[in-house]
Structures are given as structure tokens and as C-alpha cells.
């Protein structure tokens, strides 16, 4: 098994070179006979992809972990319509940027460039396969691909086609490699060999993300939890303020940048929390307050343990702050540095609010919900980091890039 | 020692939450105060260096480290005049950047922001203790400085300028803090305190740098070696071409963008190699070729080794090659991807060795000793870094920096 990784990471690293090299038209001209391949090959992937349900039935996979396993045709058409999207945007390798001369009499700026390999490991959901391949193909990587064992016939079958179009378009079909044992101790070799893998993007669970983030001696670009925020400021307009709230928590339960602890102005906690703690009891939603909270409205009691958890479900917990200090400590203290809104007309609060919470997406009057690689203009995102380091929030083509400096001279030597 | 680390961490944690917050003034005010203070304790400062130089003597240091080590009427007038010139510089905190419209309606954009806590591991020069306090002051981060045992008194005597500074300013001294125990566990509880140290910054010899990022869970930005080469094309202009070499080699030989190879193509070998080797005689350097090389001059045999070898002295390996692609192939292999440099006056050759070198600085026809944070203008440096992610080449103020995004909305919501 480590000779097969690292056989791989060796193949990976030759084919980065290539990728690195490649033009703007063979990297379009690869994800458009991705797609044509992924199209033409629809039945056998949805063959293939019955063997994993059938199997993931059999060992007794629940009904989620089946749902996101399987292929159908919008799953299928979604995955070439993603990868002709990316072939759509614009190539972010060698874009020069800064260039100006020093008093040397050099020229300097910086150049954008691939990272080099990539290595990516996920679970469940197969099409993951084609965009996260996509995406490192357009940006010049390697990538090596490690699925989940439970979708490993997929897998294989996603791969094929992305070789194939890869080989019609003249790169390296090693540009993209899917890892093809389920042996476990792959990824424990993937992680650690820093000599051949550049980095390493994990997608799947909290367990999962932290084991590897413990175990890897690659530099890992991770997504944690979203514990998001919204803070209703003294001086909120209460109906943008009820209908962010609400469409931070109810426009979808179970994704990152869902709101999971509403923060409200003590001054307008009356105004506003009877009317809205209605409109989430009529949609279904949970509340749990604190003491403050629950003197306005008849809800259950918020323990510590709910400022610190990420429902991803139908429950929100709510609690009255005396000012917007005490909101942004209680961000900064408990959230995920995720995404956190203040909802206010207050430019000074507003301001403020911008520069000191200390969170990937920071906003003003607007859902939480918009943090997202497509909103913010991307075009497509591998994930959203909650690092600081190196990629900040929604993570595109950009965050898989590196910049080099460069250096135009006419014989310069220093004195 | 573990409990001691974790509360200075904590205190760290606290103090960065504070310096993000600080306005430029404070900060600028704070660096001066620290110069100030600096240079009015400059006899303090040798009489507590004289202790460290003592005990070294005494523990048999070589003259190097003990060279390193003194702090001397110009070291400490240095380390005062680095701190105003950071003062001087612009705050990169808060700069927004491309904040535009989205058809949604909202002003999406980045803002710079400080990294956190940053912990800096050094060895024996004391005066980086005002440099890495002042860069990551200016940057609105807290710092946690390691250096070494045999540097000891000579660091606290700096740390009290900079606390007295700090708090001069009215901002925390906290922000500031040298590790005050030689215990050597100090360095494993910093380095894997991730959940309050975001970035650790090694600075010293390589194998102290490599048992840091072996250990550590903590993010490293580190630099390792210099293998830097320079290629000279078959259309170089041969003047540029010996100047060029003769400077990247000699200007100073134990830095780490100093050539150690210098690679020739066959058509300008016999042209060129007799007398650039006559003019690192006449200037005591040893040359060892390749037996292409060997056949035009009178030189060492190169082995395998000397290509992969950072020689930090005055000796240079030489390679005859038959074309770029050949010089290329080597770099990559063997260069540690710091800077390279061709000189040649082929404008096709020149864009092809900007875009395929994997280095951190690339050049065309100038000496690699310009690999520096002054010459490339940012004003001053803490490291030339030869990771890819988030920081590559020479990190100045934007380095210890990150980007979240920042979201302006009027109420929206998603649809």
C-alpha cells in the first residue's frame, strides 16, 4: 500500500510539472471532454454506482449517507454542466500583478502559479470526484482523490472519464488520480508525505477534518464547523431584521453558513423577539433563550453547551446582549469565525463590526447564507476555509494558486 | 513550564484581540517609544549581552555564534533605527480590496486583517527580538518570542524596552512577550498550542527549522535552504552573464541567495567558463564542474552531492547543459525553489523561464542577492519563505496578514 501512495504522489508530482506548463486552451479543452465523457457515459456510472448503493444498503448505511451516495441523472448533469462552468472562467495561472520598478532599476511583481499537488479526501458523495478534479485541473495541480470506501465503484467510473478527456486533450492522464484501495492506511500516507504533496483538502465531517488536521504533516486548507451569527443592533430596521434572521436559519438547516445563535439588543429584545420567535414556531424552528430571552418569549432555556453547538437542524439559540462589545465578544468567544452579520442602520456599530470580528466572512444587513463561493463571484469553490492562513472563506481557483515573485533586469548586480 | 506557556498564550490570545483593534497612531507611537527606549538603555543592553557573551565563552560557543551573539553599539542603534523605519511604513490593516457589486446587490470585498498570535522561534541574535516584535506590532498581531538559552539576558533586556514601549502607547504589554524559561519543552508546548498560536515563524539553522515543522501541529512559515542558480543561455550577453555570476556568488557567501550552481550551455561554455573561472580564482573561489565542464577548465570534479548542496561559502558548482529545458529540469530537481536567475537576451526563453521555474523568486538577467523584502520594497522582512502556501518569497508586513471577506448589504436575503 505505501509503495502504491507513494507510486502515486510520484506520478502526481511529474504530472504538476506538465499541468503547470499546460496552456489556457488543453486545461479548457480537458474539462469540456470531461463533461462530453461524463454525459456519454451516464448509465455505466449510474451502473457502477449501483453496485456502492446496493453494498452501502448491506451494510446498513443510513438513509442520508444513501441519499448523498447516489448518482442519478441531475447528479450526472450537474457534474458536466459544473465542469463547463469552470472551463468558463478565466485562468488564474500566470496572471503577473504588482509589477513596478524599484529604485535597482528592476522590475518586480508577483506571478500566480499552481500549488503543485493536491490532495483531496472526501467522503461519500462521488461527484465531489469531478469537481474537486475540475477545479485543481483548471488551476494547473495534480490531484490525487480519496474517496470514501463506500463509493469507491463510483469513483473509479468518475475517474475513467476524466482520464479519458484529460489523454483527448493532450495533458497527462496522471493529472487526476483516484487512490483505488479502500485500505485505510492511504490516507495516513497521503497526509505525510510532504515530500510530494503540496496540500491537503479534506471534505466530509467535523471527526474527520480534525483527525487528519492531527495526523497531517502536508499543510492541510480545512473547513471546521459554521456556528454563524447575527446580531439585531439597537438601531436594526426590525423587518430587515426579521426576515435576515429568518432566512439565515430556515433557508436550508443543514449547510455551514446557516445561522445557529441569534444575538439581540436588549433595547429592542421586546420590539423584536415576540413576532419573530413566532414566525420560527410557524416554520417549526426550536428556540432556546437565554434567562433575558425567555422573560419576552416562551421558549426553552439555553444551556452554555448551545452557544458552542452547530445544530444544523431546525433549532436556534437566542440570546439578549446589552451592547454590541458584548455581541462581538460573545462571536469571537464562541462561533467558528465562519460568517456573522450585524443587522443595523448604525454606520459607526456598522464599522466597527466589519473590522473586529474576527471571522472569514464578516457582514452588514445581509443573510448569513450569502457566504458562498458562487455569491461572492468565484464561479465555483472547493469549500470554505475557516484557516486564516493562506485561504480565508469561500476557497476557488484563487485559493489553489501560489504567487512566486519575479525579477526583470538588464544585468543588475548589487553593490 | 506547561502551565506557564499556556498562560502565556492566553495572555497572548487577549492581547491580540486588543492590537487588532489598535489604530495606526498607537502602534506607530509604540515602535517609536520602543526605539526610545532601546536606545536609552543601550548600556544596559551590553552589560546584560555581556553575561550571555561570558556564559557562551565559558560553554565554548565558536566565534561565529559568539559574533552573532553581541550586542554592540551599532547592533543596538540598528535594532532602534528598524523600529522607526517600521513605524514609517503603512499599516496594512483594514485596506479593503476589491469591493464591487454582485448582481445580488450586496458590495463583496477583503479587508486585510492580523493573523492573531504569532510565535517566533530564533537562535542566538538577540537584536531579532526588536526586529520580529516591530514587524508583527505593525501588523496588529501579539507575539510570543523563543530565542535561545545562550541569549537569554540579552533578550529580557530587549523585551523590557518593548513592554515599556507598548505600554507607553497605552497598548497591552502583553502584546508583546519573551519566553522567559531556557527549558527546551518550551518550544514543543508553543508549537502545538493550536488553539491559541495561529503561525509559527522559525528563523535559524536548518535543522532546527526541520525538527519544528516535523513537530509541529501548530502552521509553520518557514525557510529552509538556498540552493539558488544562475543559467546562462546561449544568448546571454556575456558581460551581464560574469557580472551577473560573479556577484550572485561573491557579494556574500553565507547568505542564503547566494549561488551555489551555475549552469551554462554547451554553446557558450568554451566562450565563457575560462575566464569567469579565472575571476573567481583571482577571488579565492573553488570550483567544481561536471566533466563537460572539466574539459574547458581546470577545476574539481562535481558529484551528485554538490548539486544538491547549499555550500553558505566560497565554492560554487558548475554544470555544462545542452539547452533550458535541461537548465530547468535541473533547478527543479535539485534547487531548494528560492531564486534563479537566467540571463539571457531571448525574450521567448526569458518568458518560458519565468512561467516553468518553480522557485520563489525568479529573474532574468540580475543577481540573485536581490532576493530580499528592502530590495523588492517591503520595507523590511522577517524571513524569505520558501513554503508555497499563504506566504513564498520574502514576507514583509503582508505576510503576518490575512484576508477575511466582507459582505455591505441593504437586507438581502437568499432566494
Not at 322 to 346: F, K, L, P, W
Request: proline share 2%.
Amino acid at each position: 500500500m505505501k509503495e502504491y501512495m507513494q507510486q502515486l504522489a510520484q506520478q502526481a508530482r511529474a504530472a504538476a510539472t506538465e499541468m503547470s506548463r499546460a496552456e489556457t486552451a488543453a486545461k479548457d479543452q480537458a474539462l469540456l471532454a470531461i463533461a462530453d465523457a461524463i454525459d456519454a457515459a451516464a448509465d455505466t456510472l449510474k451502473a457502477e454506482n449501483q453496485k456502492d448503493l446496493q453494498a452501502g444498503r448491506d451494510n446498513g448505511l443510513d438513509a442520508a449517507m444513501l441519499d448523498r451516495l447516489e448518482l442519478n441523472d441531475a447528479r450526472i448533469a450537474g457534474m458536466s454542466e459544473g465542469l463547463r462552468q469552470i472551463a468558463a472562467l478565466q485562468d488564474p495561472i500566470g496572471e503577473i500583478s504588482g509589477l513596478a520598478y524599484r529604485p535597482s532599476g528592476l522590475q518586480i511583481g508577483k506571478m500566480r502559479v499552481p500549488l503543485g499537488v493536491i490532495g483531496i479526501i472526501y467522503e461519500s458523495r462521488p461527484n465531489v470526484t469531478a469537481d474537486a478534479a475540475g477545479l485543481c485541473l483548471k488551476s494547473g495541480n495534480a490531484t490525487i482523490l480519496r474517496g470514501g470506501s463506500e463509493a469507491i465503484h463510483s469513483n473509479k467510473a468518475v475517474a475513467k472519464c476524466i482520464q479519458q478527456g484529460l489523454t483527448e486533450a493532450g495533458l497527462p492522464a496522471e493529472a487526476v488520480q483516484v487512490v483505488e484501495t479502500t485500505d485505510r492506511a492511504a490516507v495516513g500516507e497521503l497526509i505525510t508525505s510532504s515530500d510530494t504533496v503540496d496540500v491537503i483538502i479534506p471534505r466530509g465531517g467535523k471527526s474527520l477534518i480534525e483527525r487528519i488536521s492531527r495526523e497531517a504533516t502536508v499543510p492541510v486548507i480545512k473547513h471546521l464547523d459554521g456556528i454563524c451569527h447575527v446580531y439585531i443592533d439597537a438601531e436594526a430596521d426590525l423587518q430587515k431584521a426579521s426576515d435576515i434572521a429568518f432566512n439565515s436559519k430556515t433557508h436550508r438547516y443543514g449547510v455551514c453558513n446557516a445561522m445557529e445563535t441569534l444575538l439581540v439588543h436588549e433595547s429592542v429584545a421586546s420590539a423584536y423577539l415576540p413576532e419573530m420567535a413566532q414566525r420560527f414556531a410557524d416554520k417549526g424552528v426550536e428556540l432556546r433563550g437565554c434567562d433575558k430571552t425567555c422573560e419576552v418569549i416562551d421558549c426553552n432555556t439555553a444551556t452554555d453547551e448551545d452557544w458552542d453547538t452547530e445544530y444544523l437542524a431546525a433549532i436556534l439559540s437566542i440570546k439578549v446582549v446589552t451592547d454590541i462589545d458584548q455581541a462581538m465578544a460573545h462571536i469571537n468567544r464562541y462561533g467558528s469565525h465562519h460568517t456573522d452579520t450585524i443587522v443595523s442602520e448604525n454606520y459607526t456599530l456598522a464599522r466597527r463590526f466589519l473590522r473586529e470580528v474576527d471571522s472569514s466572512s464578516v457582514m452588514v444587513n445581509a443573510s448569513t447564507r450569502f457566504a458562498d463561493g458562487f455569491e461572492y463571484g468565484l464561479g465555483a469553490e472547493i469549500g470554505i476555509s475557516t484557516d486564516k492562513l493562506h485561504a480565508r472563506g469561500p476557497v476557488g481557483l484563487e485559493g489553489l494558486t501560489s504567487l512566486k515573485y519575479i525579477v526583470l533586469g538588464d544585468g543588475q548586480i548589487r553593490e
